[in-house]
């Protein structure tokens, strides 16, 4: 009987789900969907790696029974059920599904839907997936902005401000092109080179951990901060921070720090003092005498 049943663990419908929930003692693991967009909203107010968020949901949605333990069971704490190790929510509107994990005995792990009566067992694996952290399911990318997205910015490094402004094309065939602001109130070309290498290693700086303070990361008196508008109405702000030799960052709305790569931030300040740097084109060669 077992070969011919049903041996999905939890069942829902996958393009219906608008919530995911991963309790852990007394840990809680919230992702909320709203359209394509996935965010966490707990332990941490923060954007969703969507890839990652779709793969846990792959997860939950293709997980299967690998033995039935108890069909009809009574005696739910032997399974260590009655307190789960695992607590997964599955929401979709106003329903929801939920699937609970609780001991691992002789290399398998005792799991119940909690709709359903039976006990089963399923693979390890997928314990050890359902424990991974809010780091997991968190944006790496400390900026939305693509290159090709982004109309204006404003970086500000100390007393000192750069403004660019890209400004469109006019006529036939013609190419947008950034200006800068200077002192006298009036705006120069830059080069499109220096920008779009300006632009290109900024939009790929990324974190490689996070922090829930931003307590010893320079972000009090931030090293360099970043604002972008994109996307016809998009807007973000991100402050960096130096501390020893580790660079830290904090997206405006997000909670905590993110630890950057501090040598991708160092490019990414060279290609900022390259753009501003004063053109030496036309400049007379030095005499040699």
């Known amino acids: 009987p077992f ?3 049903d041996k999905r663990a939890l069942k829902f419908e996958r393009d219906k789900v608008d919530s995911v929930e991963i309790a852990q003692g007394s840990t ?4 909320a969907r709203a359209g394509t967009e996935w965010t966490v909203d707990q332990p941490v107010k923060a954007r969703g790696d969507y890839s990652a968020i779709e793969g846990l949901l792959t997860r939950l949605s293709t997980a299967s029974m690998t033995k039935m333990v108890d069909a009809n069971a009574s005696d739910l704490a032997k399974y260590g059920l009655v307190k789960p190790a695992i607590t997964a929510t599955v929401g979709m509107g106003s329903s929801r599904a939920v699937l609970l994990v609780g001991n691992e ?5 005792y799991a119940r839907d909690q709709s359903r009566p039976m006990v089963f067992a399923v693979d390890p694996t997928l314990l050890t997936d359902l424990k991974k952290g809010v780091e997991d399911y968190r944006d790496k990318n400390l900026f939305e902005f693509r ?11 100390g007393q000192d401000t750069v403004e660019l402004q890209k400004t469109p094309g006019i006529g036939e065939n013609a190419t947008d092109k950034w200006q800068r602001g200077v002192s006298d109130g009036s705006t120069v070309d830059v080069e499109a080179a220096k920008m779009d290498d300006l632009l290109t ?3 790929n700086l990324r974190a490689e951990s996070f922090s829930a303070t931003d307590a010893k990361t320079g972000l009090q008196a931030p090293a360099l901060v970043v604002a972008v508008s994109f996307d ?3 807007f973000e702000r991100v402050r960096f921070g130096r501390s020893g030799g580790d660079v830290f960052a904090a997206r405006e709305g997000e909670s905590g720090a993110a630890r950057g ?3 991708a931030f160092d490019e990414a300040m060279k290609a900022l003092d390259a753009l501003v740097a004063p053109s030496t084109a036309g400049t007379p060669a030095p005499s040699g005498k």
């Open 261 to 263: 790569d501090a040598s």
């Open 105 to 109: 005995e002789d290399g398998q792990v």
């Open 201 to 203: 290693k900024l939009s």
């Open 147 to 157: 290159p090709f997205s982004a109309a204006r910015l404003r970086l500000t490094r």
């Open 232 to 234: 016809q109405g998009k």
């Open 3 to 5: 070969d011919l049943r």
């Open 28 to 31: 809680k693991l919230v992702l």
